[in-house]
């Protein structure tokens, strides 16, 4: 039960700072779904999606206006593709493969479009340790199925503690990143598509969202954010030492979480499906103040991307999953601070005065919940130098046993100073110069980086 002042926090909270339910997402499993004729898998993907999914919307918009808390996005992961393809294309000659994977990507934006939700996620593979001749077809046909779809977001393992690092994975993924810039509107695709290391099963937030193999036919997950409301209470308290700072973070994390499984457990009731897990991220958008950049510049820093940013990020990181974790059993996915550029105005400002490069930002990852997020890069840069920023990042993951990704967009035409302008949450992002130097030989070596000796932990 909620005691009347906190009623009343909450909407100070929403109405002031910023507080929303950014996502709604419900996972559903297509392992039923699977056919050796491509026709029947493609239509079986599409009525289980449809008669799954045809109430979310209407039912989360009426717990919204019931509360009176914005739900921004309502979504839909499904099984990864690579897993349920299999049996219809096996049989393809490569190019058919393609062309296969790339109508079920087809039919899965069909149906989004048909229930309504602004993104679908799953149209992935996991090829952390080694890949199927399904999961290389899917892998190859990522640019034209972007190039066909509006709300398909696409995400590749290539990583894990446990595994090592698939390097041949990761040289295909700075290829397979060049190639959908180059096919999609400004580059529109890349910001749709992650790689990932140490994937979540259970993640709410696109585009890295997939519903996992070790999930039930069907689950709500809730994504809470509310970067505002934690400057807000920061900036109250401007000569607080840094252990203060962090009771009080963990304290207004602790609230966010209560209305995140307030809602979500209210729309599972309502659509008759299991709750999953409340993701507490604080994952910010292009609103002025709703910012992690501003929330680093509160606790003291003059610009984001300075020294003691990596340290105040840490902070920041640990008192949200400290707070979140005491407000229920059910944290997942990735719970904890995005950095991702162009969807923050105080990350684009920190870049412009020169703060925030590249390479801070790589250093910033080591200690928040996701990677090298909505970064754009030169439209020019090598897809050598782009697997190798991935390879970068796939490598403090799998150090750190921690999940991380890359969602970097290489721009054609546009160098660094120059902008590009998706509008929305995706924001606008400011190009940004990236090392001028080659790794190709590096690259081309391929193989699998083995796994770190804290793998062995049975």
Known sequence: MFRPEEIIETIKMIKMENL???TVTLGISLRDCVSKDLDELKENIY???TSSAENLVDVANKVSEKYGIPIVNKRIAVTPISLVIGGAIKDLDK??????????????DKAAKKVGVDFLGGYSALVHKDATKEDMALIDSIPYMMEKTERVCSSVNVASTKTGINMDAVKRMGEVIKETAFRTEKAIG????VVFANAPEDNPFMAGAFHGVGEGDKVINVGVSGPGVVRAVIEKMPDADLGTLANEIKKVAFKITRVGELIGREVSKELGVKFGVV???????????DSIANILEAMGLEK???HGSTAALALLNDAVKKGGAMATSYVGGLSGAFIPVSEDSGMVAAVEAGALSLDKLEAMTCVCSVGIDMVAIPGDTPATTISAIIADEMAIGVINNKTTAVRIIPVPG???GEYVDYGGLLGRAPI?????????????RGGRIPAPLQALTN
């Open 20 to 22: 929303d339910l950014r």
């Open 47 to 49: 009525n289980k999606i």
């Open 95 to 108: 190019e058919e493969q393609i062309k296969a994977c790339v109508e079920v990507g087809e039919v899965l």
């Open 190 to 193: 890349c910001a749709k598509l």
């Open 279 to 289: 993701d507490l991220s604080l994952a910010p958008t292009p609103a002025r103040g």
């Open 304 to 306: 984001c991307g300075t």
């Open 414 to 416: 546009k160098k660094p």
């Open 432 to 444: 940004m110069k990236v090392n001028k130097y080659s790794s190709e030989k590096f690259i081309k």
